[in-house]
C-alpha cells in the first residue's frame, strides 16, 4: 500500500503545526525544542485520522485543523517524555536524536509540558468552531491523553515491564496508551458536528479496533525491522524486557491477530453510510507499513 493519498493531509498539517509553533517564539531555547520535537518527521496518522474523518461526515478541512493541531501537539510531547531516561531511555526518534538528546532532559520535560498545554489552547481559542464543539473536543482529548487514556496506560506499561501480560491485560494497556488517542482522532468530527448517534459511537469502535491493530504491527517491526528503517532503536521492547503481541503470541500468531483487528476495524466502517474509501486506505496503510 502506498502512501501518496496520505501526502495533502501531511503537507497540510506540517504547514499547520509550522504556523502555529511559530506564535510560541519565546523563550527561544524552549520554541526551537517543541519545533524540533514537532516539524521534520513523522508520519502525521493521527492528524491524517482527524482530517478523513472530517471529510467522511463533509466537515471543512478548516474546522477539522485546530483538532488535528492538537493531536499531533499532544502526540509529538508524548514521545518527548517517553523518550526520556527515566522512561523508555530511547537516544532516536523519527531518525534523528531524541529531543532529550539534543536539548538536555530538563528543557525537553519543559518542551513536552509546553506542548500538552499549547494542545489544549489550540481548540479553546479556534474562533471557526461553536463553543459547545470546543468544549466537547477538550473534553475528549484530556480523557483520551490522560489517566483515562496515554498517561494511564504508560503507567500500565512501565508497571509491567519484567512480567509477561496476559492478552487482555496487554490490549488493555495499549488501548489506553496508544489506542486512546487514535480512537479520539477516528471520532473528532462526529464530536464537533455533534452527530452522537449513531457516528460517534461508530467512529470510537472503529478507532478502538485501528488503535490495537496499529500497535501489534509496530510490535510486528519492532521484531522484523531495522533501526534504519524504523527510525529509532529497533528491538528496544525486548531490550526493556517488555511484555508485546509478538512476544506473548508469537510472530505468526501476532500477524493473525492483526488480520482479525484490521478486518473488525474494516467491517466498522462497512456498516456506516459515510464516504469512507480513504479511511479504509488508511486502515490498510497503518497496518501494512514498514516503518
Known sequence: MTAEFLAPFQN???VKLAQRLSAFDQPKTLSDAMAYACLGGGKRLRATLVYLSAEALGINLDQADSTAIAVELIHAYSLIHDDLPAMDDDPLRRGKPSTHIQFGDALAILAGDALQAAAFQTLA????LDPAARLRLIQALSAASGIQGMVGGQVLD?????QTLSLSALSEMHALKTGALIEFSAASAAIMADKQVPFERLLRAFGAQLGLAFQVQDDILDETSS???????QGSDRAQAKSTFVSLLGLEAAQNHLADLTKTALNL???????TDNLRALVHYMVERKH
Request: overall charge negative; cysteine-free.
Open 125 to 128: 481559542e479556534d474562533v471557526l
Open 269 to 275: 466502517l462497512e456498516q456506516s453510510p459515510l464516504e
Open 12 to 14: 497540510r498539517i506540517e
Open 227 to 233: 533501526t534504519e528503517t524504523l527510525g529509532k532503536q
Open 158 to 162: 512501565m508497571a509491567g515491564e519484567h
